[in-house]
């Protein structure tokens, strides 16, 4: 069986991020994981990034919605992302806050 429509998302935001010189990687859950937590955890010029992928027509559950608050409340930015195009904004609004000369 191929990949789901929301892991190639997935794996597409993250080539794109890393081609922007982001680290970022596949978030997978399990029993042993925190419940809610993003898809894509990541780092880009030192801020904490995190990306919930989803299909068109589908929203974050409630325990979704409640850890990116937790993460936005802690500084990190979270976008919930429908396509590449969207997770990439997150990363130009990081270059937004950022001083040009910053790393």
Same mark, same amino acid.
């Given at each position: 069986?191929?990949?789901?429509?929301?892991?190639?998302? %997935?794996?597409?935001? +993250?080539? @794109? !991020?890393?081609?922007? =010189? /982001?680290? @970022?990687?596949? $978030?997978? #859950?399990?029993?042993?994981?925190?419940? =809610?937590?993003? *898809? +894509? %955890? #990541?780092? &880009?010029?030192?801020? %904490?990034? !995190?990306?919930?992928?989803?299909?068109? #027509?589908?929203?974050?559950?409630? +325990?979704?919605?409640?850890?990116?608050?937790?993460?936005?409340? /802690? =500084? #990190?930015? $979270? $976008?919930? /992302? &429908?396509?590449?195009?969207?997770?990439?904004?997150?990363? *130009?609004?990081? *270059?937004?806050?950022?001083?040009? *000369? !910053?790393?």
């Amino acid at each position: 069986m191929g990949k789901q429509p929301e892991s190639k998302l %997935s794996t597409k935001i +993250i080539e @794109a !991020w890393r081609k922007r =010189g /982001a680290f @970022a990687y596949k $978030v997978h #859950g399990s029993e042993f994981q925190t419940s =809610g937590i993003p *898809d +894509i %955890s #990541g780092v &880009y010029r030192g801020i %904490s990034v !995190w990306c919930e992928t989803k299909m068109p #027509g589908n929203k974050p559950s409630k +325990i979704q919605e409640y850890r990116i608050s937790l993460i936005r409340g /802690a =500084g #990190g930015q $979270v $976008v919930v /992302a &429908y396509s590449v195009e969207e997770a990439l904004k997150l990363l *130009d609004e990081v *270059d937004k806050i950022l001083p040009p *000369d !910053w790393p």
